[in-house]
């Protein structure tokens, strides 16, 4: 497993099943964001989920993270796996390398899902973002040190206050110890911000337009990714679904796991 080797990456559920079952985390996320969701599926699948490029503990190259790059990365996994055809779900950057695999390689995917995120251009999104991470003055002298500026400082960045805390929450989830005892970010920062810009930059609707797949689009009623234009847009393709998870903001997987897993059971008809 030549190409495998560069991911940090987990293979469960089902082995004698011939359902390929693949989750693709968000920006600054990793494999193991989905435990919950895919341990729903033991008994239904194969399931794969893995750090992508850039994240968690896989390998982090300097440059190569447009949604493209990404897409070329689940290709050659699910390949190395021997995975012909699989049901895809991606959450936030997630579902934009989701969306460019299915357009890609109509023939590997099922069925997709695509987790809040808008197939429109958001450079809006690109610049707060950017500005959160860039507030954040890493490394630390400690991991303690950081959970104190997330819990103050950071936290006076944001009106709203429910929002901030759950940034703050998931940004200190993401600091790790060094052999110095410094703490520092978990994944390579400059892939992060690349992975915004060249991201959030393509208006993917011409993918969503011509996908073969029985594609749904999944959102969080308290999030505002989706906007009243998208899924109107959406609703006027009849090869798409739309399903909105109420009490829940971008992280919908995570807010409301059991209607989520709920929602996938009855799309997969697993």
Same mark, same amino acid.
């Given at each position: 497993?030549?190409?495998?080797?560069?991911?940090?990456? &987990?293979?469960?559920?089902?082995?004698?099943?011939?359902?390929?079952? %693949?989750? +693709?985390?968000?920006?600054?996320?990793?494999? %193991?964001?989905?435990?919950?969701?895919?341990? @729903?599926?033991?008994?239904? @699948?194969?399931?794969?989920?893995?750090?992508?490029?850039?994240?968690?503990?896989?390998?982090?190259?300097?440059?190569?993270?447009d949604p493209?790059?990404?897409?070329?990365?689940?290709?050659?996994?699910?390949?190395?796996?021997?995975?012909?055809?699989?049901? +895809?779900?991606?959450?936030?950057?997630?579902?934009?390398?989701?969306?460019?695999? @299915?357009?890609?390689?109509?023939?590997? %995917?099922n069925q997709?899902?695509?987790?809040?995120?808008?197939?429109?251009? &958001?450079?809006?999104?690109?610049?707060?973002?950017?500005?959160?991470?860039?507030?954040?003055?890493?490394?630390?002298?400690?991991?303690?040190?950081?959970s104190e500026? *997330?819990?103050?400082?950071?936290?006076?960045?944001? &009106?709203?206050?429910?929002?901030?805390?759950?940034?703050?929450?998931? *940004?200190?989830?993401?600091?790790?110890?060094?052999?110095?005892?410094?703490?520092?970010?978990?994944?390579?920062?400059?892939?992060?911000?690349?992975?915004?810009?060249?991201?959030?930059?393509?208006?993917?609707?011409?993918?969503?337009?011509?996908?073969?797949?029985?594609?749904?689009?999944?959102?969080?009623?308290?999030?505002?990714? +989706?906007?009243?234009?998208?899924?109107?847009?959406?609703?006027?393709?009849?090869?798409?679904?739309?399903?909105?998870?109420?009490?829940?903001?971008?992280?919908?997987?995570?807010?409301?796991?059991?209607?989520?897993?709920?929602?996938?059971?009855?799309?997969?008809?697993?």
């Open positions: 497993m030549d190409y495998l080797q560069n991911f940090h990456y &987990k293979v469960s559920g089902n082995f004698s099943s011939k359902n390929y079952l %693949v989750f +693709l985390h968000g920006l600054m996320g990793s494999g %193991v964001n989905w435990n919950r969701i895919a341990k @729903a599926f033991d008994g239904e @699948a194969q399931i794969l989920t893995f750090d992508q490029r850039g994240h968690g503990r896989s390998f982090k190259p300097k440059s190569g993270y493209n790059d990404y897409a070329e990365d689940l290709k050659k996994i699910i390949d190395e796996l021997g995975w012909d055809k699989i049901n +895809l779900v991606g959450h936030s950057m997630g579902g934009r390398n989701a969306l460019t695999f @299915a357009g890609k390689y109509p023939e590997s %995917v997709l899902v695509i987790e809040d995120i808008s197939p429109s251009i &958001k450079l809006s999104s690109i610049d707060s973002m950017k500005t959160l991470i860039n507030s954040v003055p890493v490394p630390f002298t400690s991991k303690k040190a950081a500026f *997330f819990n103050s400082d950071f936290l006076n960045q944001f &009106k709203d206050k429910k929002r901030g805390q759950a940034v703050a929450q998931f *940004f200190n989830m993401n600091m790790i110890e060094k052999s110095s005892g410094a703490a520092d970010w978990r994944f390579f920062k400059q892939g992060i911000l690349d992975s915004l810009e060249l991201g959030r930059r393509q208006d993917a609707w011409p993918i969503v337009s011509e996908l073969e797949a029985e594609t749904m689009f999944i959102y969080g009623d308290q999030s505002g990714e +989706l906007s009243d234009e998208d899924l109107t847009k959406l609703s006027e393709l009849e090869h798409i679904k739309t399903r909105c998870i109420k009490d829940s903001g971008h992280w919908v997987h995570f807010e409301q796991a059991e209607e989520f897993i709920k929602v996938l059971k009855e799309f997969f008809a697993y």
